[in-house]
Protein backbone atom coordinates (compact mmCIF):
# COMPACT_ATOMS: atom_id res chain seq x y z
CA UNK A 1 0.00 0.00 0.00
CA UNK A 2 1.02 3.72 -0.24
CA UNK A 3 1.26 5.73 2.49
CA UNK A 4 -0.83 7.85 3.89
CA UNK A 5 -1.70 10.05 6.47
CA UNK A 6 -4.83 8.64 9.39
CA UNK A 7 -6.82 11.04 10.99
CA UNK A 8 -9.63 10.29 13.34
CA UNK A 9 -11.69 13.49 13.89
CA UNK A 10 -14.32 13.45 16.90
CA UNK A 11 -17.17 15.72 15.24
CA UNK A 12 -18.96 16.44 12.10
CA UNK A 13 -16.54 19.96 11.99
CA UNK A 14 -13.53 18.11 12.44
CA UNK A 15 -14.42 16.12 9.80
CA UNK A 16 -15.25 19.29 7.78
CA UNK A 17 -12.10 20.57 8.52
CA UNK A 18 -9.95 17.73 7.79
CA UNK A 19 -11.74 17.43 4.24
CA UNK A 20 -11.14 21.20 3.91
CA UNK A 21 -7.81 20.85 4.61
CA UNK A 22 -6.38 17.81 2.57
CA UNK A 23 -8.75 18.52 -0.38
CA UNK A 24 -9.76 16.18 -2.75
CA UNK A 25 -6.58 13.77 -1.63
CA UNK A 26 -8.94 12.59 1.13
CA UNK A 27 -10.94 9.92 1.45
CA UNK A 28 -13.59 9.17 4.22
CA UNK A 29 -13.64 6.03 5.37
CA UNK A 30 -16.79 3.93 7.26
CA UNK A 31 -16.36 0.58 7.38
CA UNK A 32 -13.76 0.61 5.01
CA UNK A 33 -14.92 -2.88 2.97
CA UNK A 34 -15.33 -1.05 -0.21
CA UNK A 35 -12.44 1.88 -0.08
CA UNK A 36 -9.51 -0.91 1.32
CA UNK A 37 -10.17 -3.17 -1.96
CA UNK A 38 -9.60 -0.46 -4.31
CA UNK A 39 -6.61 1.13 -2.42
CA UNK A 40 -4.91 -2.61 -2.35
CA UNK A 41 -5.82 -2.62 -6.08
CA UNK A 42 -4.40 1.05 -6.56
CA UNK A 43 -7.83 2.76 -7.64
CA UNK A 44 -7.39 5.23 -5.25
CA UNK A 45 -4.43 6.37 -3.89
CA UNK A 46 -5.49 8.71 -0.82
CA UNK A 47 -2.48 10.38 0.78
CA UNK A 48 -5.28 10.99 4.16
CA UNK A 49 -7.54 8.43 5.24
CA UNK A 50 -10.45 10.30 7.65
CA UNK A 51 -12.31 7.53 9.59
CA UNK A 52 -15.47 8.42 10.27
CA UNK A 53 -15.68 5.53 13.35
CA UNK A 54 -14.82 8.15 16.26
CA UNK A 55 -17.81 10.39 15.00
CA UNK A 56 -20.90 9.81 17.80
CA UNK A 57 -24.92 10.35 16.46
CA UNK A 58 -24.31 9.42 12.89
CA UNK A 59 -25.86 5.73 13.56
CA UNK A 60 -29.52 6.17 14.60
CA UNK A 61 -32.28 4.68 12.63
CA UNK A 62 -35.54 6.89 13.75
CA UNK A 63 -38.91 7.72 13.40
CA UNK A 64 -39.06 11.49 11.66
CA UNK A 65 -41.80 13.37 9.72
CA UNK A 66 -43.85 9.76 9.87
CA UNK A 67 -40.92 8.43 7.79
CA UNK A 68 -38.07 6.73 8.64
CA UNK A 69 -34.36 8.37 9.21
CA UNK A 70 -31.13 6.38 9.16
CA UNK A 71 -28.06 8.02 10.36
CA UNK A 72 -24.90 7.65 7.55
CA UNK A 73 -22.90 5.98 9.73
CA UNK A 74 -25.93 3.12 10.87
CA UNK A 75 -24.61 -0.35 9.63
CA UNK A 76 -26.16 -2.23 7.07
CA UNK A 77 -27.02 -4.80 9.74
CA UNK A 78 -28.14 -2.44 12.00
CA UNK A 79 -30.96 -1.43 9.55
CA UNK A 80 -31.74 -5.04 8.70
CA UNK A 81 -32.07 -6.07 12.35
CA UNK A 82 -34.20 -2.64 13.40
CA UNK A 83 -37.62 -3.68 15.07
CA UNK A 84 -38.66 -0.44 13.44
CA UNK A 85 -37.69 -0.59 10.04
CA UNK A 86 -39.22 -4.62 10.17
CA UNK A 87 -42.42 -3.03 11.20
CA UNK A 88 -42.86 -0.48 8.61
CA UNK A 89 -40.29 -0.96 5.95
CA UNK A 90 -39.64 -4.68 6.42
CA UNK A 91 -38.67 -4.67 2.07
CA UNK A 92 -35.61 -2.68 3.33
CA UNK A 93 -34.79 -4.63 6.52
CA UNK A 94 -34.92 -7.50 3.91
CA UNK A 95 -32.51 -5.41 1.19
CA UNK A 96 -29.99 -4.46 3.27
CA UNK A 97 -29.84 -8.48 4.41
CA UNK A 98 -29.46 -9.85 1.06
CA UNK A 99 -25.73 -7.77 0.93
CA UNK A 100 -23.01 -9.55 0.76
CA UNK A 101 -22.32 -11.62 4.32
CA UNK A 102 -22.82 -11.08 7.75
CA UNK A 103 -19.30 -9.97 8.37
CA UNK A 104 -19.64 -7.21 5.81
CA UNK A 105 -22.86 -6.37 7.04
CA UNK A 106 -21.58 -5.77 10.57
CA UNK A 107 -19.28 -3.11 9.22
CA UNK A 108 -20.72 -1.67 6.22
CA UNK A 109 -22.64 1.41 6.53
CA UNK A 110 -25.52 2.68 4.95
CA UNK A 111 -23.48 6.30 4.05
CA UNK A 112 -20.50 4.08 2.64
CA UNK A 113 -22.69 1.70 0.74
CA UNK A 114 -24.20 4.42 -0.99
CA UNK A 115 -21.08 6.58 -1.96
CA UNK A 116 -19.58 3.53 -3.15
CA UNK A 117 -21.71 3.47 -6.07
CA UNK A 118 -21.36 -0.01 -7.79
CA UNK A 119 -23.88 -0.43 -9.86
CA UNK A 120 -24.52 -3.95 -8.93
CA UNK A 121 -25.42 -3.07 -5.07
CA UNK A 122 -28.50 -3.93 -3.71
CA UNK A 123 -29.83 -1.23 -1.49
CA UNK A 124 -29.74 1.68 -4.12
CA UNK A 125 -32.93 0.24 -6.20
CA UNK A 126 -34.73 -0.36 -3.21
CA UNK A 127 -33.97 3.15 -1.61
CA UNK A 128 -34.58 4.91 -4.84
CA UNK A 129 -37.90 2.96 -5.19
CA UNK A 130 -38.80 3.88 -1.37
CA UNK A 131 -38.01 7.60 -2.76
CA UNK A 132 -35.07 7.88 -0.51
CA UNK A 133 -32.71 11.60 0.05
CA UNK A 134 -29.83 11.34 1.02
CA UNK A 135 -28.52 14.60 2.87
CA UNK A 136 -25.06 15.49 2.71
CA UNK A 137 -22.92 18.04 4.31
CA UNK A 138 -19.73 20.36 4.37
CA UNK A 139 -18.36 22.96 6.14
CA UNK A 140 -20.35 24.85 3.49
CA UNK A 141 -23.65 23.92 4.90
CA UNK A 142 -25.95 20.86 4.08
CA UNK A 143 -28.20 20.08 1.28
CA UNK A 144 -31.03 17.19 0.70
CA UNK A 145 -30.30 14.96 -2.61
CA UNK A 146 -32.87 12.94 -3.72
CA UNK A 147 -31.60 9.47 -4.80
CA UNK A 148 -32.47 9.04 -7.61
CA UNK A 149 -30.59 11.68 -8.72
CA UNK A 150 -27.50 10.72 -6.28
CA UNK A 151 -25.71 8.04 -8.61
CA UNK A 152 -23.51 9.38 -11.95
CA UNK A 153 -21.66 6.90 -13.10
CA UNK A 154 -19.86 3.38 -12.19
CA UNK A 155 -18.26 4.66 -8.73
CA UNK A 156 -19.29 7.99 -9.26
CA UNK A 157 -21.90 10.02 -7.74
CA UNK A 158 -22.68 13.92 -7.30
CA UNK A 159 -20.83 14.02 -3.64
CA UNK A 160 -17.70 16.74 -4.17
CA UNK A 161 -14.97 15.51 -2.03
CA UNK A 162 -15.43 17.56 1.01
CA UNK A 163 -18.81 16.07 1.62
CA UNK A 164 -20.12 13.78 3.85
CA UNK A 165 -23.21 11.63 3.61
CA UNK A 166 -24.84 12.14 6.79
CA UNK A 167 -28.39 10.46 6.78
CA UNK A 168 -30.84 8.96 4.23
CA UNK A 169 -34.52 9.85 4.95
CA UNK A 170 -37.43 7.22 3.49
CA UNK A 171 -40.62 9.03 3.71
CA UNK A 172 -43.36 7.60 4.74
CA UNK A 173 -45.37 5.05 2.81
CA UNK A 174 -48.78 6.10 1.19
CA UNK A 175 -51.69 3.81 2.62
CA UNK A 176 -52.61 1.09 0.59
CA UNK A 177 -48.65 0.22 -0.79
CA UNK A 178 -46.85 -2.48 -0.94
CA UNK A 179 -42.82 -2.99 -1.80
CA UNK A 180 -40.69 -5.38 -2.87
CA UNK A 181 -36.92 -6.09 -3.65
CA UNK A 182 -35.84 -9.41 -5.80
CA UNK A 183 -32.25 -10.14 -6.64
CA UNK A 184 -31.34 -12.75 -9.15
CA UNK A 185 -28.36 -14.97 -7.95
CA UNK A 186 -27.26 -17.93 -10.12
CA UNK A 187 -23.93 -18.14 -8.10
CA UNK A 188 -23.61 -17.91 -4.52
CA UNK A 189 -25.98 -16.31 -1.96
CA UNK A 190 -23.58 -13.36 -0.87
CA UNK A 191 -22.64 -12.71 -4.67
CA UNK A 192 -23.66 -9.22 -6.29
CA UNK A 193 -26.87 -9.72 -8.08
CA UNK A 194 -27.07 -11.13 -11.79
CA UNK A 195 -30.04 -8.77 -12.01
CA UNK A 196 -32.64 -6.92 -9.08
CA UNK A 197 -35.49 -4.67 -9.14
CA UNK A 198 -37.72 -3.18 -6.63
CA UNK A 199 -41.19 -1.55 -6.98
CA UNK A 200 -42.94 0.31 -4.70
CA UNK A 201 -46.94 0.01 -5.76
CA UNK A 202 -49.96 2.12 -4.41
CA UNK A 203 -53.74 1.23 -5.57
CA UNK A 204 -56.43 3.51 -5.30
CA UNK A 205 -59.09 2.72 -2.55
CA UNK A 206 -61.23 0.82 -4.73
CA UNK A 207 -58.07 -1.59 -5.12
CA UNK A 208 -58.87 -1.54 -8.64
CA UNK A 209 -56.17 1.24 -10.45
CA UNK A 210 -52.63 1.92 -9.92
CA UNK A 211 -52.29 5.23 -7.86
CA UNK A 212 -48.52 5.43 -7.69
CA UNK A 213 -45.60 3.05 -8.38
CA UNK A 214 -42.21 3.49 -8.10
CA UNK A 215 -39.94 1.03 -10.26
CA UNK A 216 -35.55 0.58 -10.40
CA UNK A 217 -33.38 -1.46 -11.19
CA UNK A 218 -29.75 -2.85 -10.49
CA UNK A 219 -26.76 -4.60 -12.35
CA UNK A 220 -27.60 -3.60 -15.75
CA UNK A 221 -25.97 -0.30 -16.43
CA UNK A 222 -23.68 2.43 -15.07
CA UNK A 223 -25.70 3.29 -12.16
CA UNK A 224 -29.04 1.80 -10.48
CA UNK A 225 -31.96 2.94 -13.00
CA UNK A 226 -35.15 4.11 -12.49
CA UNK A 227 -37.73 2.79 -14.69
CA UNK A 228 -39.48 5.88 -15.38
CA UNK A 229 -41.48 4.76 -18.47
CA UNK A 230 -42.49 1.66 -17.22
CA UNK A 231 -44.07 3.57 -14.29
CA UNK A 232 -45.79 6.16 -17.08
CA UNK A 233 -47.36 3.25 -18.26
CA UNK A 234 -48.94 1.54 -14.70
CA UNK A 235 -49.83 5.06 -13.23
CA UNK A 236 -53.50 5.34 -12.73
CA UNK A 237 -54.07 2.63 -14.64
CA UNK A 238 -56.54 0.15 -13.80
CA UNK A 239 -55.32 -3.15 -12.46
CA UNK A 240 -54.95 -5.99 -15.51
CA UNK A 241 -53.15 -9.20 -15.34
CA UNK A 242 -51.14 -8.25 -17.91
CA UNK A 243 -50.06 -5.27 -17.38
CA UNK A 244 -46.95 -5.88 -14.93
CA UNK A 245 -45.62 -8.11 -17.97
CA UNK A 246 -45.96 -4.64 -20.01
CA UNK A 247 -44.27 -2.43 -18.07
CA UNK A 248 -41.40 -4.84 -17.75
CA UNK A 249 -40.62 -5.13 -21.44
CA UNK A 250 -41.03 -1.21 -21.01
CA UNK A 251 -38.68 -1.47 -18.30
CA UNK A 252 -36.23 -3.55 -20.87
CA UNK A 253 -35.63 0.01 -23.10
CA UNK A 254 -34.60 1.63 -20.00
CA UNK A 255 -31.64 -0.65 -18.99
CA UNK A 256 -28.17 -1.09 -21.28
CA UNK A 257 -26.29 -4.09 -19.11
CA UNK A 258 -23.17 -4.99 -20.04
CA UNK A 259 -21.74 -9.14 -20.52
CA UNK A 260 -19.50 -10.13 -17.43
CA UNK A 261 -19.51 -13.65 -15.46
CA UNK A 262 -22.75 -13.45 -14.44
CA UNK A 263 -24.38 -12.89 -17.84
CA UNK A 264 -24.55 -11.82 -21.42
CA UNK A 265 -25.94 -8.52 -21.31
CA UNK A 266 -28.74 -10.08 -23.59
CA UNK A 267 -29.62 -12.14 -21.12
CA UNK A 268 -29.38 -9.85 -18.44
CA UNK A 269 -31.76 -7.11 -20.30
CA UNK A 270 -34.40 -9.82 -20.34
CA UNK A 271 -34.02 -10.96 -17.00
CA UNK A 272 -34.61 -7.35 -16.40
CA UNK A 273 -38.35 -7.46 -17.60
CA UNK A 274 -38.97 -10.49 -15.89
CA UNK A 275 -37.87 -9.31 -13.09
CA UNK A 276 -39.74 -5.92 -12.71
CA UNK A 277 -42.92 -7.98 -13.65
CA UNK A 278 -42.19 -10.35 -10.41
CA UNK A 279 -41.25 -7.20 -8.11
CA UNK A 280 -44.46 -5.81 -8.87
CA UNK A 281 -46.31 -9.11 -8.38
CA UNK A 282 -44.50 -9.45 -4.74
CA UNK A 283 -45.76 -5.82 -4.00
CA UNK A 284 -49.20 -6.26 -4.75
CA UNK A 285 -48.93 -9.59 -2.74
CA UNK A 286 -47.51 -7.62 0.06
CA UNK A 287 -50.64 -4.93 -0.53
CA UNK A 288 -53.04 -7.94 -0.11
CA UNK A 289 -51.19 -9.60 2.44
CA UNK A 290 -51.34 -6.27 4.41
CA UNK A 291 -54.93 -6.14 4.15
CA UNK A 292 -55.18 -9.48 5.14
CA UNK A 293 -53.99 -8.99 8.26
CA UNK A 294 -55.40 -6.16 9.03
CA UNK A 295 -59.24 -7.47 8.73
CA UNK A 296 -58.29 -10.84 10.65
CA UNK A 297 -59.62 -11.16 14.01
CA UNK A 298 -57.84 -9.93 16.70
CA UNK A 299 -56.60 -12.67 19.14
CA UNK A 300 -59.05 -13.01 22.16
CA UNK A 301 -57.18 -11.48 24.89
CA UNK A 302 -56.84 -14.50 27.54
CA UNK A 303 -58.33 -14.35 31.01
CA UNK A 304 -56.02 -15.04 33.89
CA UNK A 305 -57.66 -17.18 36.51
CA UNK A 306 -57.81 -15.14 39.83
CA UNK A 307 -55.94 -17.25 42.01
CA UNK A 308 -57.62 -17.88 45.90
CA UNK A 309 -55.59 -17.17 48.85
CA UNK A 310 -52.75 -14.59 49.46
CA UNK A 311 -49.54 -14.52 47.38
CA UNK A 312 -46.70 -15.62 49.40
C1 LIG B 1 -16.79 -9.28 -0.34
C2 LIG B 1 -17.81 -8.21 -0.61
C3 LIG B 1 -19.07 -8.58 -1.08
C4 LIG B 1 -20.02 -7.60 -1.33
N1 LIG B 1 -21.28 -7.98 -1.75
C5 LIG B 1 -22.25 -7.04 -1.89
C6 LIG B 1 -23.58 -7.42 -2.24
O1 LIG B 1 -23.91 -8.59 -2.42
N2 LIG B 1 -24.50 -6.43 -2.34
C7 LIG B 1 -24.19 -5.13 -2.11
O2 LIG B 1 -25.09 -4.28 -2.17
N3 LIG B 1 -22.95 -4.75 -1.78
C8 LIG B 1 -21.97 -5.67 -1.67
N4 LIG B 1 -20.72 -5.29 -1.32
C9 LIG B 1 -20.38 -3.85 -1.24
C10 LIG B 1 -20.78 -3.26 0.06
O3 LIG B 1 -22.11 -2.82 -0.05
C11 LIG B 1 -19.86 -2.07 0.31
O4 LIG B 1 -18.55 -2.56 0.46
C12 LIG B 1 -20.25 -1.32 1.56
O5 LIG B 1 -21.60 -0.90 1.50
C13 LIG B 1 -19.39 -0.08 1.73
O6 LIG B 1 -19.67 0.50 2.99
P1 LIG B 1 -18.46 0.93 3.95
O7 LIG B 1 -19.05 1.62 5.11
O8 LIG B 1 -17.57 -0.22 4.22
O9 LIG B 1 -17.73 1.99 2.99
P2 LIG B 1 -16.17 2.33 2.93
O10 LIG B 1 -15.43 1.18 2.31
O11 LIG B 1 -15.69 2.86 4.21
O12 LIG B 1 -16.23 3.53 1.87
C14 LIG B 1 -16.72 3.35 0.56
C15 LIG B 1 -16.69 4.70 -0.17
O13 LIG B 1 -17.58 5.61 0.44
C16 LIG B 1 -16.88 6.78 0.95
N5 LIG B 1 -17.57 7.07 2.21
C17 LIG B 1 -17.61 6.30 3.32
N6 LIG B 1 -18.47 6.81 4.21
C18 LIG B 1 -18.98 7.94 3.66
C19 LIG B 1 -19.91 8.92 4.09
N7 LIG B 1 -20.57 8.82 5.27
N8 LIG B 1 -20.17 9.97 3.27
C20 LIG B 1 -19.56 10.07 2.08
N9 LIG B 1 -18.66 9.18 1.59
C21 LIG B 1 -18.39 8.12 2.39
C22 LIG B 1 -15.43 6.37 1.04
O14 LIG B 1 -14.57 7.48 0.91
C23 LIG B 1 -15.32 5.40 -0.12
O15 LIG B 1 -15.18 6.11 -1.33
C24 LIG B 1 -19.72 -6.24 -1.08
C25 LIG B 1 -18.46 -5.87 -0.61
C26 LIG B 1 -17.50 -6.84 -0.37
C27 LIG B 1 -16.16 -6.42 0.15
Not at 79 to 90: A, D, N, Y
Not at 132 to 150: Q, Y
Not at 231 to 259: I, M, N, T, Y
Not at 303 to 310: C, E, I, L, Q
Amino acid sequence: MIPFEYRTPKNLKEVHATLKEFGADAKLISGGTALVIMMKQRLVRPSCLVSLGSVRGLNGIELKNGGISIGGLATHRSVEGSSLVRRRLPMLAETYHHVATLRIRNVATVGGGLAHADPNQDHPPSLIALGATVKVTSANGSRVVPLDEFFKGYYETILNPDEIITEVMVPKLATNTGAAYIKFLPRTADDYATVSAAAVLTLDKTNKTIADVRIALGSVGETPIRATAAEALLRGQPLKAEAFAEAGEKAKEAVDPVSDFRGSAAYKKDMAGVFVRRALEKALADIRQQAKAKSAPKPAKKKVAKKKGKRK
